[in-house]
């Protein structure tokens, strides 16, 4: 038994299996699962002697139906109906054997396939009449051995891996975005079929585009413990992961910070985080003080900057902190300021008598 | 979303849009008396059209969880036994290679 895979489009559940037999050939036949005998009874059709190396079923949904059989040398299409012939279609590729599939389209008419150099191919299922005509694959790119992919969307695909860092990839339509954008315009109905046609002109490019990876230590095969700087802090180094995707990691032991969000400040002089209500669970303010002005920000799901009426922004603060009652104060360089919750509106305001103030301190319910 | 370990225990999650959470809404063991662990590794496969969860974890054996395809509840399992792929009557044989000096580690060659 090498793989099951339930067929789309049938009356009663129906499975179809690669099997091996005792000479080594390998065979697919289809049952169907009957719930209330609890037996199987011969499928609507059945397929011997496929490829020696055929090891992944790929069920297609409908309206087509029928598998793709993976092979180390052939893809082909198989489907039949009782009684009836069988389809199939078959095209040859470069010695390798796949070890993870991917669908991209929900009517199954292109696949990924990875294999185990992890080289990501896409296979096309070429159709007209309601009739699968032709197969077509194409090499993409490389990306770390594929144990799961997944088609997010917009030609995001995750490449989820046991032996090497998992990535987020992006498949450029084309290596030449022109051709593309300019053959769009006049074809736009057929753009996808036109993204097609150029995965077939263009062979040369690599069309996977790394956007995010991620860390995977395992499997750790071996490791020792090192160490170089002779402090005391000694470092292991793993020899991780397997194939080509094997590397020799040094781990420490430290803090690492993801950055979530960045924008550009020059100068910043004093930066808070205030609460805009006392209920909030979260901080949802951040005022950052630059040399002659003050700036917010909302911090949310998104960061925007913006104003809020009860701060001065046009003065550098010195202090902004929530105080008692909800309440919010800034301090700048001439006033002391008492702002509602919700920072809009100011309370009260305390001017400075003469020249700007330089230092402040203060405690929860006192200003000095 | 349908889990097995490799300790044949299930579990059936789903997401509960009212609750906002992740809800686990069946779950059991599958592990029988009898039956030699697959071969090939275990394979689960769901019906297209959710009305059988098909699993094989022991040769010769097909295991069949009927689902109700519209509250997706699982109904009790049940094996169906087919005639599996004959194995070969070899059975893998290990021979020991010859002998080396005692800093190197004796090699082992084996057969199929």
Redesign the interface.
Known sequence: MIDIKFLHGCERPTIAVLYQDSKESRHIKTYQVLLREKEFEDGPWSQGNVEQGSNILIPIPEPHGGVLVIGELTIGYLNGSAGGTNVSKSIGMRNTIMVAYGKVDADGSRFLLGDYQGRLHIVVLQHSEGQIVELTLETLGNTSIATTLSYLDNGFVFVGSAFGDSQLIRLQPSADEAYVNTHSLTHRRHRRRLVLIDWHYTHSGNYVQVHDTFLNLGPIVDFCVVDLERQGQGQIVTCSGAYKDGSLRIIRNGIGLNVAAAIELPAIRGLWALKKYEMDDYDSLLIAAQVGETRIFHVGEEWEEGSLGGFEANLQSLFCGNVAHGQLLQITSRSVRLIAAGGETLVTEWQAPAGDVRTCSLSLSLVE | MFILTERYRFCVLAFDTIKQAIVTKSNGELQDRIGRP???GQ?A?????C??I?L?LY?GL?K?I?MDPTTGKLEEA?N?R?A?????SRLPLCVKGPELTSDVPTAWRSFV
């Open positions: 697959a071969e090939a394979m496969v769901i019906d297209p059209d009305r059988v098909g094989h040769d097909f069949v009927p049940f169906i087919y599996p792929a004959r194995r070969s």
